[in-house]
Each structure stands twice: as C-alpha cells, then as structure tokens.
C-alpha cells in the first residue's frame, strides 16, 4: 500500500533520504497488525508441544505405568480387554513401549466410531484408562498449534500467518540493521532506555534474535501445510524426491494369500527386534484378508525409524524401508520436521527450541506494547511513508518471494486491489502526519 497523505514538513524532509525504510517499516507494521496474534499463540502451543513427553508423564501417570508383578499375558488378551469394555469396532495401532514398567497404548475406534487411545496393564489385562484421541490434552494443544482447532479453514490462517511472519523477519532484520548514528554495538545491546523507548528498543533485540531462532522453525513447518506443503508434495513426486514411508498411506505390499491365521502381535514384535528395530514399536494390523501388517521404531531419532511391511499369515517382511534409502529432499524434510519439534540434536535443540518460543511470546507483547504507546490517540499509528518507487531489483525480489510463499502473494495482490478500490476512500491504513518512525 502506498499513502498519498502529506506528512507535515519536517517529517517531509526526514523522508527524503529514507523513504524505502519507512516503506519498508509501514509494511513490517501492517504484516504484524495481522501477524503478532498468531505468534503469540503459536509460540504458547509450540512451547508447549515441546515438552510432550514430559508433560503426559505428570497428567497420565497412573496410566502411562504399571508394576511388574509376573509375566505379561498375551496381547490378544489384552485387545479383549479393551473390546469388552468400550466396543472395540476396529484396531487401528498396538504400540510396545518395550519397556516393563510401561503399559500397553491401543490406538481403537469404538461402538461408536470414536477413535480412541486405551492403556492396558500387560500383566492384569486391567483397562487403566480409555480417552477419545481429539480428547488427550497434548492433542487438544497440537490441533490447536496447527489449525487453531479450526480444521482445514484453521489451518490455512496458520500457514498464512506463517508466511507473513516470514516477509515480517526479512523486514524487520532491514529495520534493524545498523545506520546513522546506530553502530552494531547499539543494535546488539540489550535494552537500556526507560519507558515506551524500552518496548521498541527490546522488541528490536527481541526481533533480532527471532530471527535468527524462529525463521528456521517456521521454514521447518511449511511442510505440514495445505498450500506450501500440497506444493512441496507434488514436486517431489515429480522429480522422484517423495518419501518412501508409509507411515501416512501409501501402496501397502499385499500379503501373499487370503487365507490363514493371522499372527498374534507377540510374533510381530520378536520380528522387531530380530530386524533390529529400535523401540517402541508401533503396529498396525491389516484391515482386510489379504492385508499385511505395517510396523516401525517409534524412536524420536528419524535415522532409527525403520518400517516394515509383514505378511499377515507368513511373517515374511514384503518390504523394509529404512531412513537412509530416501531422497536428499526427502530427508531434509524430516529433519527440518525433527528441527521443528526439538528432537533433532537433543537437549540442546530442545533449549533453542524453548527459547525461540520465549522470544516469541516477547516480541509479540513488545511490538505491541510499543505500538500501543506510540500510536495517537484515536489513529491507528500506520507509520509514514512515502509514494516510493521500487528498482527492478525490489520488485524481483517481490515477485519471488510470492512465488515461494503462494498464500502470501495471494493476499498481497488483494491487500494492493483493496487499498486502490476501497482503503484510500475511506482513509483507512493512511499514516498520520505526527507519528514519527522510531530509527
């Protein structure tokens, strides 16, 4: 958007020699007008879903574990357990923890559809607990991280959120970067000044460091989204990069006959550790006669996620696919995924991880705080800017940056229409001539 309003005459000539930076810092406001809502809950939710494990072990103890008091009875038994308690219509996972203290997790939809966890107590067959999937708190907080419980139309806000909050990086990394009088020692200093100078000087430290911790974990979660990630999809599969797992739906190998007895899960998991898989194991049997079994390490390490395709009556391994024989595209994607979610370099990458969401939160609150005690009273304090003329330079980088980030040029294209047909009648988004910018 541009602003024909004229600025009084010294604002006027304090844009002369920097008119592209309160352009670009009018466009780094209105980004985070729509942006800074959504980093702060995203960051809360992320946060938070970093320390999954963690936090299930203090909400679900007394189902997570179980005392060892004989020899575990066959996991049958215990699949019985849960269909006679809530009408099991269809097994949908047995997850081995591989661990004694540990009970049984059964994934299951019940009489009535609802899919659903169980934990079973391997050696008493006792049903500790059973909690629709949608219900458990760490996926109430991952549905809400990804699609703010919103579903499809949820999911594309993030992914459009996520897209601006990365042109809201670029930009504000060209804010920041020192000129004038501002040497890299002031840029890099924590805050000093008192008062509304305080907001606008931590949320610029606050940004710099954002940009450093959170642009690489929202690249990293460009492919879980609709449009970015439908897009990523389609060019590996064009250029041979797709995945080889199956753990999300794929051409499943057949078994080799549709006749026999099924094998007893106990049979599947000595297979696991005959193949060398690392545990929990995760097992999903076969919906149909000629189905095979799908099994892999639920290891958060992405190099031991080995899976394995099982004929369901002859226990021969139809296919082994193992983390290595993917594509380089392939692998980049799930260690950007591992990235996102804190697992990729350990304890360290769980730190960063917790501090980026930290810094979230904080610039958020800082950018509006700082807008809030700057603006006017009674304007929305869009800050002022120039008619500029962009190079052709500028204007590339535009154009690619909306080819990289499709939802984003999208609304661009329809924020540029709106400001022409309908903002600039109704004075709306114009800067107001006694706002001055903060350099």
Do not use: C
């Not at 006027?12 to 309160?22: D, E, L």
């Not at 659903?116 to 760490?138: G, H």
């Amino acid at each position: 958007m541009t602003d024909q309003t004229t600025a009084a005459p010294a604002a006027t000539r304090a844009m002369t020699g920097g008119g592209f930076y309160r352009l670009v810092w009018k466009w780094h406001f209105l980004a985070a007008l729509f942006v800074l809502p959504f980093m702060f809950i995203l960051s809360i939710s992320g946060g938070l879903y970093l320390y999954k494990p963690q936090i299930e072990e203090a909400l679900y103890a007394d189902r997570l574990n179980v005392e060892i008091t004989g020899e575990a009875l066959p996991y049958a038994t215990q699949i019985d357990a849960v269909r006679n308690t809530a009408g099991l219509t269809r097994l949908r996972m047995v997850t081995d923890p591989q661990n004694p203290t540990r009970a049984t997790l059964i994934e299951f939809e019940d009489s009535e559809k609802v899919r659903s966890y169980a934990w079973v107590n391997p050696y008493t067959a006792e049903v500790l607990a059973i909690t629709p999937r949608d219900q458990t708190f760490m996926r109430i907080v991952r549905n809400f991280h990804g699609e703010l419980l919103g579903g499809a139309f949820g999911t594309k806000f993030v992914e459009l959120a996520a897209h601006w909050a990365i042109v809201m990086m670029i930009t504000g990394v060209y804010l920041w970067w020192p000129r004038g009088k501002r040497s890299l020692s002031d840029a890099v200093s924590l805050p000093k000044s008192t008062g509304r100078a305080w907001w606008r000087e931590t949320h610029m430290f606050t940004g710099m460091l954002a940009a450093v911790l959170i642009t690489p974990l929202l690249l990293t979660g460009l492919p879980w989204t609709d449009v970015w990630g439908g897009g990523l999809n389609y060019v590996q599969k064009q250029t041979g990069q797709k995945s080889h797992s199956l753990r999300f739906g794929g051409r499943m190998p057949k078994s080799t006959t549709a006749e026999g007895t099924a094998l007893e899960i106990e049979t599947l998991v000595a297979l696991a550790q005959a193949e060398g898989l690392v545990g929990p194991y995760e097992i999903k049997p076969p919906r149909k006669a000629d189905g095979a079994f799908w099994m892999r390490s639920g290891s958060t390490n992405r190099a031991e996620q080995t899976e394995l395709v099982v004929d369901q009556y002859s226990g021969d391994v139809l296919k082994r696919i193992d983390f290595e024989n993917n594509s380089i595209v392939a692998k980049l994607v799930s260690w950007g995924i591992s990235l996102h979610q804190g697992e990729l370099f350990g304890p360290l990458n769980l730190a960063l991880n917790t501090l980026a969401a930290g810094l979230g939160v904080l610039l958020s609150v800082s950018g509006f705080v700082a807008w809030w005690k700057r603006r006017p009273a009674g304007q929305l304090g869009v800050p002022v800017a120039p008619e500029a003329a962009l190079s052709w330079g500028m204007i590339a980088l535009v154009v690619v940056m909306a080819l990289l980030l499709p939802l984003m040029g999208a609304t661009l294209i329809l924020a540029l229409l709106l400001d022409w047909l309908l903002f600039k009648r109704l004075g709306w988004f114009r800067s107001g001539s006694t706002l001055q910018p903060a350099e």
